[in-house]
């Protein structure tokens, strides 16, 4: 049965991939994106995290979409991709070479869910073993996140945090949207 | 959009479901899949679906941009401040184990409070990212 799932959406996420580089909409793009964001969190459902699969679904579908489709609104004309012609033999060579070495990759990626392979020796292990007895919660991943690895999501929140000051220092500021606005006017 | 029966009627009424949900994924976050970050970015939806149907205006009414500037800040000052309490009972710090009358009681309000540090945070961030975006386009 998950086979036939996985199968299902992975072919899917074929289509939506081809279908985004095909297409020269942008605002069928940013659309198709969302898409494709919703078929990965299927995927992670799947794979049992729904916990990545959430933050994908909200983030990848629901407010990257709204993001990019509101910044298109911003820039009135230039809904259309130019394409120019110059020669694409170099841009396919890096693909294909990348693709050649992330799939060599692939072969020293322990097998999904094999209890003998490294990450789950050590650490995981503990974090099994003690997590729920340690921290009384009994959803690991938030034990972890929020206890275990209290530091990294400190970071992440600051990130967070950081991006939003970026975005109201680049684009927050009245002063340059009225000189914007002025030179669209004339 | 604004002027879309449908559009509005149906945001009026998913709003408030949409934000009842944000809180359960919060509050509930240590039981089920969910968290601060995933209930930040879903009530931040919320209010983005209100101002993308009824504008920019009906948002910032609804949220002004002060509010969130501070919310934003105040998250990681939560989390921060949850660190610096551990600090001050005599743990390391984030050690929320000092907070409670038992270890385990310290790290589930520890948690409890760090997440919705997290969940403010990225909620006011989120939405004012959008309203930075959205006013940028110009009027019709």
């Known amino acids: 049965m998950s086979l036939v799932v996985n199968l299902v959406l992975l072919v899917f996420l074929l289509v939506m991939a081809l279908a985004v580089l095909k297409t020269r909409h942008l605002f069928a793009m940013a659309m198709l994106f969302g898409l494709y964001s919703l078929l990965v969190a299927g995927l992670f ?9 959430f933050t994908e679904a909200a983030v990848g579908t629901g407010i990257s979409t709204v993001l990019m489709l509101v910044t298109l609104a911003s820039i009135k004309d230039g809904h259309e991709l130019v394409s120019t012609q110059k020669s694409r033999t170099a841009p396919l060579i890096i693909c294909v070479l990348m693709g050649g070495l992330l799939i060599y990759g692939t072969h020293d990626i322990a097998e999904l869910g094999d209890p003998q392979s490294a990450p789950h020796m050590q650490v995981a292990a ?3 073993e003690k997590g729920q007895e340690e921290t009384g919660v009994p959803n690991l991943v938030t034990a972890v996140l929020a206890s275990y690895r209290g530091f990294d999501t400190l970071g992440e929140v600051t990130v967070v945090l950081t991006a939003g000051i970026g975005v109201l220092m680049l684009l927050g500021s009245r002063k340059k ?6 030179s669209n006017g004339k | 959009m604004a002027n879309d029966l449908i559009l509005r009627v149906v945001t009026k009424w998913l709003s408030p479901i949409i934000i009842l949900f944000a809180l359960y994924v919060q509050f509930h976050g240590d039981y089920s899949p969910g968290g ?3 209930a930040g970015v879903i009530f931040s939806s919320a209010i983005l679906l209100y101002s993308l149907t009824y504008g920019l205006d009906a948002g910032l009414q609804l949220i002004p941009e002060y509010i969130l500037r501070i919310g934003a800040s105040l998250g990681v000052l939560i989390y921060g401040g949850v660190g610096v309490a ?18 385990v009681a310290g790290q589930h309000l520890g ?4 997440e919705l540090g997290v969940g403010i945070t990225v909620a006011s961030v989120m939405v004012l990212l959008f309203f930075t975006f959205a006013r940028r386009v110009a009027p019709e």
């Open chain 1, 45 to 53: 459902v799947v794979l049992d995290a729904p916990d990545v699969a």
């Open chain 1, 126 to 128: 503990r974090y099994i």
């Open chain 1, 177 to 182: 949207l009225r000189i914007k606005e002025v």
């Open chain 2, 36 to 38: 601060g970050f995933q």
């Open chain 2, 86 to 103: 551990s600090m001050v009972l005599g743990g390391n710090f984030l050690n929320y184990s000092v907070l409670g009358s038992t270890p």
């Open chain 2, 111 to 114: 948690i409890i409070i760090i």
